[in-house]
């Protein structure tokens, strides 16, 4: 089996940034992270965390809760920015940049909790979406049927598989069905990257089924990074994995590297599954 890296030593910033400097990008890099920390006053929440995510590459961060994971990803969108380190989105440094700023180049993220209008309809959630990140959203034209902001609203609503519902109200959907729309309206925009956290939290095991086949058929160009704390879906749906554990990585490896290794399985599963 291929070595997996230990718990990476603490290395002074200084030596980080010189390390980031002289390390020549890959041009295969959809995202990479060069000790990134975020720090909440004396508390270290994510503590210089490196890694590399290649472009189309589908990639999973586990950890258990207080791990660091969801604050990585506040992190990356800009949400609560870096207070050490560096992040690169397809060779551009991005680490000071407004979250809206990231979003424009092609950067979407999913959350924990739903942010929906749930007193519009799907479609509708949908072209908001698709309008929001495209040229002209501040226009007070109606886009008429044919317009590429319509046609893509379709082209989504037929990807999530939520076209049969698309007249429906999203707060009468199912949680599955609205977290299947949370995705689709990521999708707006053609981007490059997208952040998933936790997209199988609270779903019955059918739509643990439906969400697999959902990230499985994502385009093969498209790279995404999973947060989730069921290993069984994210373990089939990613070709990479990192391990968190206290805001530090505790391990890089492929999903069958990571579902055999012994202190993974100690700390986070009790024992094999």
């Given at each position: 089996?291929?070595?997996?890296?230990?718990?990476?030593?603490?290395?002074?910033?200084?030596?980080?940034?010189?390390?980031?400097?002289?390390?020549?990008?890959?041009?295969?890099?959809?995202?990479v992270?060069?000790?990134?920390?975020?720090?909440?006053?004396?508390?270290r929440?994510?503590?210089?965390?490196?890694?590399?995510?290649?472009?189309?590459?589908?990639?999973?961060?586990?950890?258990?809760?207080?791990?660091?994971?969801?604050?990585?990803?506040?992190?990356?969108?800009?949400?609560?920015p870096?207070?050490?380190?560096?992040?690169?989105?397809?060779?551009?440094?991005?680490?000071?940049?407004?979250?809206?700023?990231?979003?424009r180049?092609?950067?979407?993220?999913?959350?924990?909790?739903s942010?929906?209008?749930?007193?519009?309809?799907?479609?509708?959630?949908?072209?908001?979406?698709?309008?929001?990140?495209?040229?002209?959203r501040f226009?007070?034209?109606?886009a008429?049927?044919?317009?590429a902001?319509?046609?893509?609203?379709?082209?989504?609503?037929?990807?999530?598989?939520?076209?049969?519902?698309?007249?429906?109200?999203?707060?009468?959907?199912a949680?599955?069905?609205?977290?299947?729309?949370?995705?689709?309206?990521?999708?707006?925009?053609?981007?490059?990257?997208?952040?998933?956290?936790e997209?199988?939290?609270?779903?019955?095991?059918?739509?643990?089924?439906?969400?697999?086949?959902?990230?499985?058929?994502?385009?093969?160009?498209?790279?995404?990074?999973?947060?989730?704390?069921?290993?069984?879906?994210?373990?089939?749906?990613?070709?990479?994995?990192?391990?968190?554990?206290?805001?530090?990585?505790?391990?890089?490896?492929?999903p069958?590297?990571?579902?055999?290794?012994?202190?993974v399985?100690?700390?986070?599963?009790?024992?094999k599954?």
């Amino acid at each position: 089996m291929a070595s997996i890296s230990n718990l990476q030593p603490r290395h002074a910033p200084a030596r980080i940034a010189q390390a980031a400097a002289n390390k020549p990008l890959m041009s295969g890099d959809a995202l990479v992270l060069e000790g990134v920390t975020r720090a909440f006053g004396a508390l270290r929440a994510v503590d210089e965390v490196s890694l590399n995510v290649a472009a189309g590459q589908k990639y999973a961060v586990l950890g258990s809760n207080g791990a660091g994971k969801t604050t990585l990803f506040n992190a990356i969108t800009g949400d609560f920015p870096p207070t050490a380190g560096r992040i690169l989105f397809f060779g551009e440094d991005i680490t000071t940049l407004q979250p809206y700023e990231r979003i424009r180049k092609g950067l979407r993220r999913t959350y924990q909790s739903s942010l929906l209008f749930k007193e519009l309809s799907v479609r509708d959630n949908l072209f908001l979406a698709v309008r929001g990140v495209g040229n002209g959203r501040f226009s007070f034209w109606r886009a008429g049927a044919t317009h590429a902001s319509q046609v893509a609203t379709d082209d989504i609503l037929q990807r999530v598989r939520l076209d049969h519902l698309k007249h429906e109200l999203v707060g009468n959907l199912a949680h599955g069905q609205q977290r299947q729309l949370e995705i689709g309206m990521a999708l707006a925009g053609a981007p490059r990257l997208i952040l998933f956290d936790e997209p199988a939290a609270g779903l019955s095991p059918v739509e643990r089924r439906e969400l697999v086949a959902l990230l499985r058929g994502l385009p093969a160009h498209m790279s995404f990074v999973l947060i989730e704390h069921d290993l069984d879906i994210a373990l089939r749906v990613v070709e990479r994995v990192t391990v968190m554990h206290n805001g530090r990585v505790l391990r890089h490896g492929t999903p069958d590297e990571i579902e055999n290794d012994a202190q993974v399985q100690a700390i986070y599963m009790g024992s094999k599954h």
